[in-house]
């Protein structure tokens, strides 16, 4: 029997697709999965908060095999925080999945590592499965201190995490140089990175963490970085607005998958 974990590729739509947009696109990728079913990959989806629930109901209505995850969440139940939304929230919503400490919201909206340490910890405590996002700046890669700052975001988010809650982490590595910039890390640089994620992962008793790779991934890089890269999958941006190229990556994974076993 094979230990190769299925692949896993998250859509991160960020604030792309308004309402009639999403449902578009999801019935489109009802239809695409119906004709050609991906048996062995996970696929989630990740919205704007105002998308949710079109995309929840057409997932279940049409009973398509993918899940529903949120870009951000906040660390406190309730109370007066306008414009957050708490895990209670999303899980009514049949959410499952919750971004974590995207490097978009860490340069942008103040997400220190203290908050992305309290939201994890919000997220896995009501049962929701977590990304974590962990990535370098090019001045970091550029001075080889990347697996230096990886390895402190990843211990500060992780360390002392109850063993109870390790089955709900997934990590993504996301080189912020690589995001949305068309540059793409190159395989050696994704395998040199993955073999020390997973090292650290193992110190911490998560070993068995899924780790992802995100920065310009589309259909015609991701065979490489799965097969050189060592990921067991994506997080995709741009290449996730639209169902061609989504799919794309989607039986690619499937197909390597299917090699690999």
Known sequence: MTTTPKPLVIGNWKMNLDYVEAVHLGQQLGVML?????????????????????MTSIIESERIAMDVGAQHVSAYDNGAYTGEISTTMLKRLNVQWVLVGHSERRAMYDM???????????????????????????????????????????????????????????????????????LTASSDQVGAMTIHLRSVLAQLSLGAARVLYGGSVNGENAATLLGEGGVDGFLVGGASLKAESFMSIIQTCDDCYDVKR
């Open 34 to 54: 119906k004709n050609k079913p991906a048996e062995h990959t996970d696929i989630v989806v990740v919205p704007p908060f105002v998308d949710i629930r079109s």
């Open 112 to 182: 220190t590592d203290e908050v992305v340490l309290s939201t994890l910890q919000a997220v896995v405590r009501s049962g929701l499965k977590v990304v974590l996002c962990v990535g370098e700046a090019l001045s970091v890669r550029e001075a080889n201190e990347q697996n230096d700052f990886v390895t402190q975001q990843l211990k500060s988010a992780l360390e002392g995490l109850d063993e109870k809650f390790h089955e709900l982490v997934t990590v993504a590595y996301e080189p912020i140089w690589a995001i949305g910039t068309g």
